[in-house]
């Protein structure tokens, strides 16, 4: 046991001097949870793959998972837990990046995958109710059938679950034209760590009427109440689609199409994502795919429009890279639209498929991160120099240009523990420097936490951690992460 | 004293048995405060404006008004009046239609005017920073010279502060495609009631990094903390406008159009509003202006699309009106674009002057609903049917019907207490009953706290009082507001 508790001390990334093992689950309590969430809803074995993080960085050591149904079953569970003194992690998709959703120790995990009922759509108003289990995929194809979007877009949209989405405040592809989820999200149903449902179910799109509670548990990592309802504003689905990549010189020139691009097309504008060379190189080579262009650049840009009227859309697009070509500003570029959908898809797929490639490399230290965007490209560049003595196999930049949303990605064969202390915390006080966010949207989970000093002030910490002990007095849900432990 | 304080009880509509006379403001007060704000910064005389609310139906007894001009100065003011057991009220444009930024009692004034500095706007990201007391019309005019426009729009734009926007969740008129303040604010700062400085001014689109305590603030109504500066996305300002303005036999033809526009001009569409016949006489009688198409009709829809291409966009916008008029789903219509900049401006101020015309009748009782569609124009009738045997002299209905949000307002000649009781709590049961909100976007203030329980359940109201307690504990901001009197 011993052994097995050191080898996760120096696994983690945070300080483990507040670490104690968790009340131990009986088998009274399993009997008891039995009774709540039916047989089928309790597993006992073959537990890994909820104990093991989507990085694979992380293993935890829960003994239980329960399978809630219903509200009212979450209800018992989170009183029953809370009563006894036990501790629970939310699963959701498991798609955590910052090992948010795995247990640290013995933590019950409860498994929201079963509450997946979606309760209506409203064609005239684009409103959908959904439990919070429903994987975001099977949601978009539902309301694409009515004629809606979702107003987000995520790589992992095949496994997340909308609960865990908006636990974490998931912003994704669509941000650029749809906005933050704070912004989407009409209502939740929320139960407390005390088991006390709380309906903030509205349907409507104004309502001041006191203070606005579930923006609280938007982002807050399952650590304040579980997600168990969902109401969300979807914008209409737009006829046509098309994408398109262009090849670059330089980061400056990035910029420069960046800021054109929106300024002539932001009616169709959907999404502006950057790539550099060894991004798509990631996905071109680790991944055995044909090269989309021609010829290799230095940057890519992946811009989706959206509109009714295709013809307009796609010979504006033309006309303003016309404009780019004659200015020199872009060097190639490739197209595809919906009519060809699987086209469309390859298309998108270099965007998409970026951190399976990097993966392939063996591991990856992932960072998501916000920054002006004077700066914002110029932290891949320093940390290459600072990296260039270790064994890393690539440091690459992509993201959400239009979002100021960096993904800084670096790759070893094997994690090691000195690219590690290279990179952290110098990067969180480069981020801290030029007033960015450490986290743009991966959350601070387990593997963060601990750095939350360098986006928010004490004065901020310290309120985060007396509304944590107002809504979770004994500390049951997900314990020991977001905020950092004393 | 005590016929005032009776005068007050009859005026007011909430249960007035916690009412007490609080702290009073003594000499030695006057003296601490004027030397932290200056002696420009206190006012003690000519006090009638700031204690009496926009529709004069409630007035305060403050006796002493403060006119900070920095942080520091709002977070010494804030610390001083903790520590002495002051009440405070922070008023900005007091443009509440709710009693929202006027005193109850004696609580000081905090006028936020003064602090009305813009310190950037970022050009490449569309950022403005500006402190809280700023006009809008004067943001909206700062941010237009440099190629974008607020998210946000309201009638009151002239004298509202942004401070107070974000104070109250504003909607206004380009929420149909801009969102919610939730969504467009990033950062703001906060002045807590302890004096402490809160600094949350992110100015990135994405942080994920612990609990979002911003949003806390938007629409708490000045109860938590001063806000004192912001940072707030603006969109790109579009080439073009166009306004159009569309009537109607029936609601149901009003639904209909509702639905083909959104559908077919969506990425145009910038606002969808609606007004029944007699909102549109509140302002051509009322206000002697010309009717602005050649004949009466029940209904009027006031489009207003914005886009670069100017051609394309009215040519689609043209297609669909002729469409819709042979649906005969319009009768009759006219249109502006901001070319000939008088006649737009024009057509436009038909609808935003209803508020200023009604009130011409002598009194208006306005409440602000949101109502799911196929109820949102029921309520007007059943209130004419409810009042037909009062003095009321007009039932009207408008509002922003893209966000399901109904201004129901009636009008006597003065104040008549028979024709408030007719229609509150009826009206609150009826929302209650559908499922919508008794505050779309105004808020509780002083005159609709003791409604909350319409909107939220108990478990929600005890939270937010639980809130409150823990961010104000002396009950220093704004008491006896937003949330119900026990």
Known sequence: ??????????????????????????????????????????????????????????????????????????SSVMSYMNERGLKCVIQ??????????V????????????????????????????????????LEEYVNERGFIMPYDLGAKGSCLIGGNLATNAGGLRFIRYGSLHGSVLGVEVVLPDGQVLDLMSQMRKDNTGYDLKQLFIGSEGTLGVITKVSILCPLKLKHQTVALLSLKSYDHLLKIYDKIRRQLSEYLTSFEMMDALSLEAVVKN????????????????????????????????????ELMSEQLISDGTYANDDNHNRFLKLKSYRERIAEGLLRDGYSYKYDISLPLNVFYEIVEVMRERLKDTDCLKVVGYGHIGDCNLHLNITSKAFDKRIKTTIEPFLYEYVAKHKGSISAEHGLGLMKNSYLKYSKPVEAIALMKQIKKLFDPKNTLNPNKVLPND
Chains 1, 2 share one sequence.
């Open 103 to 138: 247990p640290i120790d013995n933590e019950i995990v409860l498994l929201m995958g079963r509450m997946n009922a979606i309760e209506s759509l409203d064609t005239a108003s684009g409103i959908l109710v959904t439990q919070s289990g429903s994987v975001l995929q099977t």
């Open 1 to 74: 046991m011993f052994g097995r508790l050191m080898t996760r001390l120096r696994e983690c990334s945070h300080s483990w001097s507040a670490y104690r093992r968790y009340t131990s689950v009986t088998a009274e309590d399993v009997t008891a949870f039995r009774a709540i969430v039916g047989p089928n809803g309790v597993q006992t074995d073959g537990l890994d793959a909820y104990n093991t993080d989507w990085l694979k960085t992380h293993t935890g050591h829960s003994e239980l998972v329960l399978r809630p149904k219903s509200t009212e079953e979450v």
């Open 92 to 101: 959701s998709g498991n798609t955590s990046l910052v090992a948010g959703s």
């Open 287 to 322: 991944l055995e795919q044909s090269h989309p262009l021609g010829s290799h650049n230095e940057f890519y840009a992946m811009i989706e429009l959206s509109a009714n009227d295709k013809d307009h859309m796609e010979s504006r697009l033309s006309q303003v890279i016309e």
